[in-house]
């Protein structure tokens, strides 16, 4: 007997013991068919009445009480204080605890751009440091927020960029372009801002397209991933590392990446790591050069997909959705023993400190997944903070599902202190 | 959707919903719920384009493998599957040993099937469950033969990884093919 042997008869019989579905069903589809179109009209009605309540508040708001931090000066300023806006839904005024910063956020979008293509789009709203408020900006494609929350590494749109402009988030403006030589399409900061590793693709790395008879967007399936650069920010200087996608190398298969597949640096600066979401371990570590080097020790518990990664000291590291104590809640690793402890959260975005952390989360007794609220969590305790206001769940809007980019979604970018 | 749309589309959930339902649970790893989620989901798409569909069955299948492939990187809660205790392995020498030893292995499968990723296990589904050759698998997730063939590769030795009884068996045909894939690579039309 063959392994397809098995799978073949383990899914039979799976299927099999399914009992069938609950009479009714088509009702059930119908009714959520009617609430999601009734749930739009109301949507856009909320979206209205917003926009008129900002633009009364704002005056109002902005009396002056912002201006508390310091412009410039050299030595990082940690702010203690806590600035919470739960009803802010995208926010409009600074989030922030224990100087972890919502440096910005995005509001992704599906743009057509031929029959067969388009691009997932994000529209960042980035903080000014001086006034403490959101602000729109549409040049960008793609923003790393430096730790500090005062510089951006940006990309321009049509990725992938032949430079990377350095933002100065409380003027607005570039205040030097790095010109690379292969396109740069991804961007994101060494955890003591010093360095900048930029990923290189051939292709745009958030095309989407259609094929044959689909009705929806979706990524390719194929990697056009060539590389990474490790910049030194002050110099703007740095070499590119070619890293082969696995069809390269003569192994089988096609590439099996996501079509944006980003490195990073770890915590401690010393190699260059990406998820790999088909290989054995999910990530794959490389030295500065792009050379492929074993898991390191302290980092074998990292996870792509989770944002926030290792805490500030080191010790931990922020794991998936966890689902046992809590109906909502995610691992803690320990980063040496790779014991679990269970946080509230839904999704961990940002550490605050070594005990605390920034992630989504939904209300109590919430049925919508979707439904979710920027909140502080701590280990060991049972207290949730809300942070900002709830996203709109995105059930809201007929056509998609899950993940894809939707109006009403807005997606954050942290900086640590 | 008018009066006869809405006849119409009632009675082709109430005709094939359990089948979708099986096929449904099966990409979500067993997971019932999930995968009653998965098909509403993919119908109710379904009924806002229900009068300019031809073929109501292939399309609902369509959705449901693209959605579940595509939320694959959902941060949300993989349920746990719950699956009975394997039987005690019997004797070798008892009758009916050998449909014990089977029994148990299609259950360490089942929990192994069920810590895949999504797009893994959406092609064994597609392969092994609904028997579709590689070009119709292709076809429909709107990947290349070669991404197919090399997934469904990776699937099986993750399979391989996560339930170490199975290294007594034999290779799959999949799993028996030369290191370098030749196949052509693009279906698109």
Not at chain 1, 61 to 81: A, F, Q
Not at chain 1, 129 to 156: F, M, N, Q
Not at chain 1, 296 to 324: I, M, N, R, T
Not at chain 2, 85 to 108: H, I, Q
Request: proline share 5%.
């Amino acid at each position: 007997m063959n392994v397809d042997d098995i799978v073949r008869d383990a899914l039979r019989e799976q299927a099999a013991e399914q009992p069938p579905a609950a009479a009714g069903f088509a009702d059930r589809v119908l009714a959520v068919r009617r609430r999601r179109r009734t749930r739009r009209i109301a949507a856009a009605a909320v979206v209205t009445v917003a926009v008129v309540a900002i633009g009364v508040g704002v005056p109002l708001l902005d009396s002056g009480k912002h201006d508390v931090r310091p412009s410039g000066g050299g030595g990082i300023v940690v702010e203690k204080k806590t600035k919470a806006h739960p009803d802010q839904s995208p926010p409009r005024e600074e989030i922030s605890v224990g100087g972890t910063t919502l440096a910005g956020y995005f509001i992704p979008d599906t743009v057509k751009k031929t029959a067969e293509t388009a691009v997932y789009q994000r529209t960042y709203h980035l903080l000014n440091p001086r006034t403490g408020k959101y602000a729109k900006t549409v040049d960008w494609s793609w923003v790393a927020v430096a730790p500090g929350a005062k510089t951006a590494a940006v990309l321009e749109q049509d990725l992938p960029a032949s430079r990377i402009g350095l933002l100065d988030l409380t003027t607005g403006k570039v205040e030097r372009w790095i010109p690379v030589d292969h396109g740069a399409g991804g961007l994101a900061f060494s955890r003591d801002g010093r360095k900048l590793v930029a990923t290189t693709y051939t292709k745009n790395p958030d095309l989407r397209v259609k094929t044959e008879g689909d009705i929806e967007w979706s990524p390719e399936w194929t990697s056009s991933r060539t590389g990474f650069y490790v910049l030194d920010v002050a110099s703007g200087k740095g070499d590119w590392n070619e890293v082969r996608l696995a069809s390269d190398d003569g192994r089988l298969g096609g590439s099996v990446l996501n079509s944006r597949q980003d490195f990073a640096l770890t915590d401690d600066g010393l190699h260059v790591w990406s998820g790999n979401p088909m290989g054995d371990i999910g990530k794959e570590f490389w030295d500065l050069k792009g050379n492929k080097v074993p898991t390191p020790a302290k980092d074998k518990h990292l996870q792509w997909y989770v944002d926030a990664g290792k805490s500030p000291d080191g010790s931990l590291v922020a794991g998936e959705f966890a689902g046992k104590r809590w109906k909502t809640s995610s691992w803690i690793v320990d980063a040496a023993t790779g014991e679990t402890t269970e946080v509230h959260g839904q999704q961990l975005l940002a550490w605050v400190g070594n005990k605390q952390l920034i992630a989504w989360d939904i209300g109590k007794n919430d049925k919508s997944e979707f439904h979710q609220r920027l909140v502080l969590v701590t280990i060991g305790s049972d207290k949730e903070t809300p942070l900002s206001g709830f996203r709109q769940s995105d059930e809201g809007i007929e056509g998609e599902a899950g993940n894809a980019g939707n109006a009403g979604r807005w997606e954050p970018v942290f900086a640590q202190p | 959707m008018n009066a006869e749309g809405l006849e119409s589309f009632r009675d082709f959930v109430d005709s094939r919903s359990s089948a979708l339902l099986k096929t449904a649970v099966l990409l979500c790893g067993g997971d019932q719920h999930a995968g009653e989620d998965l098909l509403q989901n993919a119908l109710v798409r379904t009924a806002g384009r229900w009068q300019k569909i031809d073929e109501p069955e292939a399309y609902v299948r369509q959705v449901l493998y693209r959605q579940q492939v595509s939320r694959w990187r959902l941060k949300w809660p993989r349920r746990e599957v719950s699956v009975a205790e394997p039987p005690e392995p019997a004797g070798s020498g008892e009758p009916g040993a050998d449909t014990a030893a089977a029994a148990e292995l299609r259950l360490v499968m089942r929990q192994a099937l069920s810590r895949l990723t999504a797009r893994q296990r959406t092609v064994l589904v597609l392969r092994y469950f609904e028997d579709l050759p590689e070009a119709d698998v292709a076809r429909l997730l709107g990947c290349s033969v070669g991404t197919v063939r090399s997934t469904t590769h990776r699937s099986l030795a993750r399979l391989r990884q996560l339930a170490p009884e199975l290294t007594a068996l034999g290779p799959a045909q999949a799993e028996r093919l030369e290191s370098r894939d030749y196949s052509p690579v693009e279906v698109r039309p």
